[in-house]
């Protein structure tokens, strides 16, 4: 019957504020994230805090997604960032997308002079102090 549900997962995952290039030497205090996967529709969410940001290469992400984005989605799916403190850019908003097959959480910011969003350079996570993050989304894989 293909109304059966058939896969059904929860669990966690190791969340890292990384750059879309490399990041190394960074320490955290806090890296909860889990998910639940329901068929191919999977829902995150997490807390992540540096106590060391390190060293970061490229903009800002969020990597360690338990399973990569359908392929064909490109940013069709919104991140909830709900909750952030100690950024190295002078922040009053954030969002995050996750595009076709990745397992990357691009970060997106706004200031409060800014008309829209700006995709966060990594001064965002390496210029702050202790930066944490708190966040949700639900996306459609192909796993």
């Known amino acids: ?8 997962q929860e669990g966690t995952w190791t969340g890292v504020l990384g750059g879309a290039t490399s990041q190394s030497g960074q320490t ?14 999977v829902s995150v969410s997490g807390y992540i805090r540096a106590t060391t940001p390190g060293t970061i290469t490229g903009n800002a992400v969020i990597r360690g997604l338990p399973f990569p ?19 190295g850019v002078n ?15 691009s970060v997106y910011y706004k200031t409060a002079a800014a008309a829209g969003y700006t995709a966060a350079s990594n001064t965002l996570w390496q210029s702050g102090t202790n930066p944490d993050i708190a966040f949700q989304m ?6």
């Open 138 to 143: 639900t996306y459609i894989t192909d796993a």
């Open 69 to 87: 984005c359908a392929a064909g989605a490109a940013f069709t799916s919104t991140c909830s960032i709900t909750d952030f403190s100690g950024m």
């Open 91 to 105: 922040t009053v908003s954030m969002i995050g997308y996750i595009s076709s097959t990745s397992q990357v959480i």
């Open 1 to 8: 019957d293909v109304n059966t549900l058939d896969d059904y």
């Open 28 to 41: 955290y205090s806090d890296q909860a994230c889990a998910y639940t996967k329901i068929g191919r529709q």
